[in-house]
Every structure is written in C-alpha cells, then in structure tokens.
C-alpha cells in the first residue's frame, strides 16, 4: 500500500493551515503543530514580541536553540558511554586473561 500525501488542517497560534501529508505521519505533523503552537503562545504571551512573523522567528530560534543543546547532551552521553563500554571490555579482557593464565 502506498503512502500518499493527503491534505490535513493543522492550527498554529489560531490560524489553519492546509498541507498535504503523508497518512502515516498525519499523527505526528498534528502534534509537531501543537508543539509549535505551545512555543509561539509563549513567545507571544511574554509581550516582548509583535507581530507574526516575529513570533514565529523568534519561536523557530528557540525551538532549534533547543535542537542543538539536545544533540550535543546525546553526543556528550555517546562519547561518555564509548569510553566506558572501552574500560568494561578492558577488564573483561584483563579478566579472561588472569583466568586462562590459572588454567595453565
């Protein structure tokens, strides 16, 4: 079965949007909306911000401030977790060495 793009409503900040989407992602465009929404209100809601096209740049700004924190948290647990899966294989090693120096 193909997935073919159908045209869904989504609301960001009160206003609808028609897109076309894919079905199996429908889901996922509604709650990114929602999400986007939720960071335009807050925007928006401060008072230091007028007009749209203000409050989306300033909202997307956020939004990818938060992106990129979020992958460098991931890239600093990648690097942390290699390092100590490294020691753990170390010790297993070290480990089945001392026990085959035993056997002999």
């Known amino acids: 079965m193909s997935d073919k793009n159908v045209p869904i409503t989504i609301k960001v900040l009160d206003k609808e949007f028609r897109v076309a989407c894919p079905e199996s992602e429908q889901a996922s465009l509604l709650q990114s ?3 986007l929404s939720d960071k ?3 925007v928006r809601d401060t008072g230091k911000v007028i007009g749209m096209d203000r409050i989306a740049v300033m909202a997307a700004l956020n ?3 938060e992106l990129l924190q979020s992958r460098s948290e991931q890239s600093d ?3 942390t977790f290699g390092h ?3 020691v753990l294989q170390d010790k297993v090693d070290t480990a089945l060495n001392n026990s085959k ?3 002999l």
């Open 33 to 35: 909306a929602t999400y």
């Open 40 to 42: 335009m209100k807050e």
């Open 63 to 65: 939004l990818v401030h």
């Open 77 to 79: 647990f990648t690097r």
């Open 84 to 86: 100590r899966l490294e």
């Open 101 to 103: 120096q035993m056997e």
